[in-house]
């Protein structure tokens, strides 16, 4: 599935840096997602947009901030990040029940 | 809380051989459960899905899945692999009822090695 792209795809940042991370979704989806998906590690849930409202924080800590401005764009918003944050971060969509992802982003947190 | 379990964190097979991959979940209620497909540096890609009906689903890549309910058990498999299908799998729940937005509860992955 080609619908759902995610810019930048690699990124290193230190530790006092701010970046964003954007996804877009071609499809006409009303549901986007940020997973983390970190070695050895399931894929983790982090946000839920549905109809640009976010319907769920899986305790994610603060220094992730996301940003959904309309049902096409989900961003996710990043400061003071620590190491262990660095992680693929993937973006997805949905319009009822099946999600499609997009590539990632490669995140390495110096 | 729906978990799922992929008991194989590897799995080396011949090319042209038949394969399986396992997969458990706990739900209490009827669950939604789909297969992905992770290549070295790309997204997720749905294999399959299965939300009710036949048992067995097929999905793309000549890939099926045969839901147990009295296994709790979505297991994955392949008559024939190719060297294509190198990849890591993931098996995922989720739960809707009417359409509502929810995340998808993943399995830790099994890595699929093809040997020659």
Known sequence: ?110 | AQSVTQPDIHITVSEGASLELRCNYSYGATPYLFWYVQSPGQGLQLLLKYFSGDTLVQGIKGFEAEFKRSQSSFNLRKPSVHWSDAAEYFCAVGAWAGGGADGLTFGKGTHLIIQP
């Open chain 1, 1 to 110: 599935e080609t619908g759902v792209t995610q810019t930048p795809r690699h990124l290193v940042m230190g530790m006092t840096n701010k970046k964003s991370l954007k996804c877009e979704q071609h499809l006409g989806h009303n549901a986007m997602y940020w997973y983390k998906q970190s070695a050895k590690k399931p894929l983790e849930l982090m946000f839920v947009y549905n109809f640009k409202e976010q319907t769920e924080n899986n305790s994610v800590p603060s220094r992730f901030s996301p940003e959904c401005p309309n049902s096409s764009h989900l961003f996710l918003h990043l400061h003071t990040l620590q190491p262990e944050d660095s992680a693929l971060y993937l973006c997805a969509s949905s319009q009822i029940d099946t999600q499609y992802f997009g590539p990632g982003t490669r995140l390495t947190v110096l």
